[in-house]
Nanobody
Framework: QVRLVESGGGLVQPGGSLRLSCAVS????????MNWYRQTPGKERKLVAA???????NYADSLEDRFTIWRDDDKRTMYLKMIDLKPEDTAVYYC??????????WGQGTQVTVSS
């Protein structure tokens, strides 16, 4: 059984920072892309950042200057460092993993709330 477990979310003041983690466990094919998405109530889930197996990264518009994604394949863990957080960053953040052959897996999500 494949499990993706996010951690690191919480309540932070504007301007603060958080580091999210996504730990992957279980039997799965070769991990290809690893992605972070976020979702707010009533809105569709949107890509925040992505990283390929070769380390290429991609960020949603305007986030690259504040968010950093990386992965540790030995630990099968992905990370997202977020700095200078803003109230509009408040969302549930989801981890997503894509394998070769293609299968996609999701974590249960971790809440990030940016508020004073």
């Amino acid at each position: 059984q494949v499990r993706l477990v996010e951690s690191g979310g919480g309540l932070v003041q504007p301007g603060g920072s958080l580091r999210l983690s996504c730990a992957v466990s279980g039997n799965l094919f070769s991990i290809n892309a690893m992605n972070w998405y976020r979702q707010t109530p009533g809105k569709e889930r949107k890509l925040v950042a992505a990283i390929t197996s070769s380390g290429l990264t991609n960020y949603a518009d305007s986030l690259e200057d504040r968010f950093t994604i990386w992965r540790d394949d030995d630990k099968r863990t992905m990370y997202l460092k977020m700095i200078d957080l803003k109230p509009e960053d408040t969302a549930v953040y989801y981890c997503n993993v894509e394998t070769i052959p293609f299968q996609a897996y999701w974590g249960q999500g971790t809440q990030v709330t940016v508020s004073s």
